[in-house]
């Protein structure tokens, strides 16, 4: 739930004088930050504030100077794709607070939401996989991009350690394969990484998909952005069964689509990171410490772990492959 609202962020954002009012209606979802719908006289908008310690079951704390990484994301995305980025209208950096425009949900419905009704739209996977492969390779190889998101140190605090070093914990077998993809995607620099490539991240708005929260911006490895939204495909076909074939389409779909944007480096090779990826990232939305909320049958986490394990201990450099064991495991 979110704490008392920053009014006086307005008015240092300009967008309320002194005198003036708005009606402040704290936003569902936020685990990471307190979020607001603000309605003010002329307009509503959305404001974000970073939390010291997320709303997550496990202790889980991470620098609130993230806030200040998704502004720079976001003002980045807008250079290269204004139409997969809210706009930002105001930012209150020692606050670790901003303001964006506020994208209302009967326009801009969650992408997350839809596929839990069995709502999936092949082209709409293949617009994030298109939209999102854009953005890496704009960015690679830019010195200036990885001067600005030389954010280490928060990407190990909001990925490396509660992904991989907790999942390790609770399986110690496979702790050094988990302890060498970390060192493998802390290791490689090539271009702008999100760090959250969810589905509950992207809105499917009239113009496409819209992306928001870049808290885990880091200049990194861009198949880790490509895994963790594969890896959520994948998750929601043990969640909603009667969409599986469609959900495996949308996987394939997305990976044609960012795919074919791969120009910074052997597409082989790409892929072979991804495939080896998708596993870690599987268990640890099992056991890690954000463990994904539906899977709440234990036969399904059992078998999520078991495929997730085996695939650890047996790589592919194909996410074909993994895809099939994975939905190999669904099967009765």
């Not at 609130?64 to 204004?82: G, M």
């Not at 495909?233 to 795919?259: E, G, I, Y």
């Not at 480096?265 to 909320?293: H, Q, Y």
């Amino acid at each position: 739930m979110a704490s008392d609202p920053p009014v006086d962020a307005l008015v240092r954002s300009g967008l309320l004088d002194a005198a003036g009012s708005a009606d402040w209606t704290p936003l569902p979802g936020g685990v990471s930050s307190d979020i607001w719908r603000v309605d003010l006289p002329d307009r509503a908008v959305c404001v974000k504030r970073a939390r010291p310690r997320l709303d997550v079951a496990g202790e889980w704390h991470a620098p609130v100077e993230r806030n200040d990484t998704e502004v720079a994301w976001l003002d980045v995305v807008a250079v290269i794709d204004p139409g997969f980025v809210p706009r930002v209208i105001g930012h209150v950096p020692e606050l670790h607070l901003f303001v964006m425009e506020h994208l209302e949900p009967a326009r801009y419905p969650v992408w997350k939401d839809q596929l839990a009704a069995g709502n999936v739209d092949l082209s709409f996977a293949g617009a994030v996989g298109a939209r999102l492969g854009a953005v890496h390779a704009a960015t690679a190889g830019r010195a200036d991009v990885a001067t600005r998101f030389a954010t280490d140190d928060l990407f190990d605090a909001l990925r490396l350690d509660p992904y991989f070093d907790a999942t390790a914990l609770a399986h110690p077998d496979r702790a050094d394969r988990l302890a060498a993809l970390r060192t493998r995607t802390a290791d490689t620099h090539l271009a702008l990484v999100h760090g959250d490539v969810s589905p509950k991240n992207l809105l499917a708005g009239p113009d496409g998909p819209v992306l928001l929260d870049a808290e885990c911006a880091w200049f990194g490895d861009p198949a880790f952005d490509v895994a963790f939204c594969l890896t959520h495909l994948l998750l929601k076909c043990r969640w909603v069964p009667a969409a599986r074939r469609a959900l495996r389409d949308s996987f394939d779909t997305f990976c044609a689509a960012h795919f074919g944007r791969v120009d910074w480096e052997p597409v082989a090779a790409f892929e072979a990171r991804v495939a080896t990826l998708i596993p870690a990232l599987l268990l640890a939305r099992v056991d890690g410490l954000s463990p994904v909320e539906y899977l709440t049958a234990g036969s399904d986490r059992d078998a999520g772990r078991r495929v997730s394990r085996e695939l650890l201990a047996h790589p592919s450099d194909s996410v074909t492959a993994v895809r099939d064991a994975w939905h190999t495991s669904l099967v009765p």
